[in-house]
């Protein structure tokens, strides 16, 4: 593709799997930087059994990028009924049994990116063996599933790695020379702190030359970002990032069919908050979208241990508004 923008996306799980699947259809040259604090599920029983890094938002990545659907379809084929294997993934399987074979996850990761022919890369943003920790007041948590599922208790609760991890040299590259660096939605406390607290990533995008956009949350998480604005995750961001490196924050400005918020609400889970005044609290340009899909995801019955999103963003429209910002 003539003019095709280079673009990092930084994130992990459903949130940059569902837009990694969209992007690849308007760049070739796609950047995914995955977090690897993943420790529930099937991932997290593979750690504890093998001691290998967490699979399972790398190969979800991949298989997003994946240009062979055969292959795709089996690297996410997830075993049920009441066996040993019950809830794994054979992708994960492979890319733990790979990782042990070759000696190292990056190696691992080469094999699978062939095996499936993905567009672009997918790179770990960290190679690095680690736990994430919460610093909650006095409260200190430590494991991603219970970060990412419990109710924080005050504002200035800060994860870390620890032992403290660095940043993927590769990530890092991809981050400095991209056209556009994207934070993707997802679980903030689970999923994209714990990819931008490792060592080295402010300085990355610092060094950044391109275009830096955070995609918000299309709803807030019950004991984490009640009552949360767009300003708000910007600024969560920023106190690992820097300040001020966001330059435009993608949000929705369209709302989910009405029995779908219902069901939500029910939950305590509500739309992002995007009035206009609150957005003078941030550098960030504020650009906002019909970003919503109509189309329903239902939950994988083998997949026990995640519940899956049913409000999803529209990854197409989600693409076209990344141009849109390269274009500018």
């Given at each position: 593709?003539?003019?095709?923008?280079?673009?990092?996306?930084?994130?992990?799980?459903?949130g940059?799997?569902?837009?990694?699947?969209?992007l690849?259809?308007?760049?070739p040259?796609?950047?995914?930087?995955?977090?690897?604090?993943?420790?529930?599920?099937?991932?997290?029983v593979?750690?504890?059994?093998?001691g290998?890094?967490?699979?399972?938002?790398?190969?979800?990545?991949?298989?997003?990028?994946?240009?062979?659907?055969d292959?795709?379809?089996?690297?996410?084929?997830?075993?049920?009924?009441?066996?040993a294997?019950?809830?794994?993934?054979?992708?994960n399987?492979?890319?733990?049994?790979?990782e042990?074979?070759?000696?190292?996850?990056?190696?691992?990761?080469?094999?699978?990116?062939?095996?499936?022919?993905?567009t672009?890369?997918?790179?770990?943003?960290?190679?690095?063996?680690?736990?994430?920790?919460?610093?909650?007041?006095?409260?200190?948590?430590?494991?991603e599933?219970?970060?990412?599922?419990?109710?924080?208790?005050?504002?200035?609760?800060?994860?870390?790695?620890?032992?403290?991890?660095?940043?993927?040299?590769?990530?890092?590259?991809?981050?400095?020379?991209?056209?556009?660096?994207?934070?993707?939605?997802?679980?903030?406390?689970?999923?994209?702190?714990p990819?931008?607290?490792?060592?080295?990533?402010?300085?990355?995008?610092?060094?950044?030359?391109?275009?830096?956009?955070l995609?918000?949350?299309?709803?807030?998480?019950?004991g984490q970002?009640?009552?949360?604005?767009?300003?708000?995750?910007?600024?969560?961001?920023?106190?690992?990032?820097?300040?001020?490196?966001?330059?435009?924050?993608l949000?929705?400005?369209?709302?989910?069919?009405?029995d779908?918020?219902?069901?939500?609400?029910?939950?305590?889970?509500?739309?992002?908050a995007?009035?206009?005044?609150?957005?003078?609290?941030?550098?960030?340009?504020?650009?906002g979208?019909?970003?919503?899909?109509?189309?329903?995801?239902?939950?994988?019955?083998?997949?026990?241990?995640?519940?899956?999103?049913?409000?999803?963003h529209?990854?197409?429209?989600?693409g076209?508004?990344l141009?849109?910002?390269?274009?500018?």
């Open positions: 593709m003539a003019n095709a923008p280079e673009i990092a996306l930084i994130g992990g799980g459903t940059s799997f569902t837009l990694l699947q969209e690849k259809g308007f760049t040259n796609i950047s995914a930087i995955v977090n690897m604090s993943d420790d529930g599920g099937s991932t997290g593979l750690r504890d059994e093998f290998v890094l967490p699979p399972g938002d790398v190969r979800q990545c991949l298989v997003a990028l994946s240009d062979t659907p292959v795709r379809d089996l690297f996410n084929y997830r075993f049920g009924g009441d066996s294997l019950a809830g794994h993934s054979l992708g399987l492979i890319l733990s049994g790979l042990m074979q070759r000696g190292s996850f990056d190696q691992a990761l080469k094999v699978a990116s062939s095996i499936l022919h993905i672009g890369k997918v790179l770990p943003v960290t190679l690095e063996k680690h736990s994430l920790v919460m610093q909650d007041g006095e409260e200190k948590v430590v494991g599933h219970l970060i990412g599922n419990r109710p924080i208790n005050y504002s200035d609760a800060v994860v870390s790695l620890e032992p403290p991890a660095i940043l993927n040299p590769d990530a890092a590259e991809a981050i400095r020379g991209a056209d556009l660096v994207v934070v993707a939605p997802g679980n903030l406390y689970g999923s994209l702190l990819a931008l607290a490792v060592e080295g990533m402010s300085e990355a995008f610092a060094e950044a030359s391109g275009k830096k956009v995609i918000s949350n299309l709803v807030t998480k019950p970002t009640d009552g949360w604005h767009v300003a708000d995750y910007v600024r969560a961001i920023e106190r690992y990032i820097g300040a001020d490196q966001i330059d435009v924050a949000h929705n400005q369209d709302l989910p069919e009405k779908l918020l219902e069901k939500y609400a029910a939950e305590g889970e509500f739309p992002v995007t009035d206009i005044a609150r957005f003078a609290e941030i550098s960030a340009r504020p650009l979208a019909n970003l919503v899909a109509t189309d329903v995801v239902k939950q994988d019955e083998s997949d026990k241990a995640i519940r899956r999103t049913l409000i999803r529209d990854a197409r429209q989600v076209r508004q141009m849109r910002i390269y274009y500018e």
